[in-house]
């Protein structure tokens, strides 16, 4: 079965520092890859996502994340976090055999001004 | 901007009572989504809804809930009968397919 494991779960890091957070999936066929947020008391919004080409996205407010195909990864970077960065954060895959979101369990990051 | 819109924000019930959460898809798209995430766990994939009827359910998705899409907006998620294990927070997802597009979750609680 499908999973997405993200190794980190709970981040704490000052403003201006960098970012990565770690996404991997078990999955041998063609993906499509998102990265959601979810601030606090609000929805799940879409960050960015992969479906095919450069591997390396931009998304929004200066995210951008890499499909490594080889590491089965697709991790999410910022080069200098803000306060209003603090959400929780989630990886999630889709694949072409069904239509449904296989979410990682989530991180949590919280940025001390 | 569209967006998904689900009602009500937090449901409050008994153990045993039936409870309908609802869901506004955006309104082009063709694929409807439930997914739940109980509190400090992952979000988990309930169903998907496409063309009138389940393409896709998870072994949580058992005879206690029924989805429907009642009148061609509206996508509702029933839950016949709560059980306490059933609290958490119930997202509606709608996508055309391709990118997810997720309401702000139901807050479901059954005392």
């Known amino acids: 079965a499908q999973s997405v494991s993200q190794h980190n779960h709970h981040v704490i890091l000052s403003e201006a520092a960098s970012l990565e957070l770690g996404c991997n999936y078990s999955?041998?066929?063609?993906?499509?890859l998102f990265w959601y947020v979810q601030y606090p008391g609000q929805h799940l919004q879409l960050l960015l996502k992969?479906?095919?080409?450069?591997?390396l996205v931009k998304g929004i407010k200066g995210f951008e994340a890499e499909f490594i195909k080889s590491k089965f990864s697709f991790n999410l970077r910022k080069p200098s976090v803000q306060w209003s960065d603090t959400a929780e954060y989630f990886c999630?895959?889709?694949?072409?055999?069904?239509?449904?979101?296989?979410f990682g369990t989530g991180t949590s990051l919280t940025v001390i001004p | 901007e569209p967006e998904v819109t689900q009602t009500p924000s937090h449901q409050v019930t008994q153990m045993g009572q039936e409870v309908i959460l609802r869901c506004v898809p955006i309104?082009?798209?063709?694929?409807f989504y439930w997914y739940r995430q109980i509190l400090g766990q992952k979000v988990e994939f309930l169903v998907s809804?496409?063309?009138?009827?389940?393409?896709?359910k998870s072994e949580i998705f058992d005879d206690q809930f029924s989805v429907e899409r009642p009148d061609g907006s509206n996508f509702t998620l029933k839950i016949r009968s709560t059980k306490l294990e059933d609290s958490a927070m119930y997202f509606c997802?709608?996508?055309?397919?391709?990118?997810?597009?997720f309401g702000a979750g139901t807050r479901l609680s059954v005392l």
């Open positions: 999630a895959v889709s694949t072409n055999t069904g239509n449904q979101f296989y």
């Open positions: 999955y041998g066929g063609t993906v499509n």
């Open positions: 309104s082009n798209h063709l694929y």
């Open positions: 809804f496409y063309n009138n009827e389940i393409s896709e």
């Open positions: 997802a709608s996508s055309l397919p391709g990118v997810g597009y």
């Open positions: 992969y479906f095919s080409g450069d591997p």
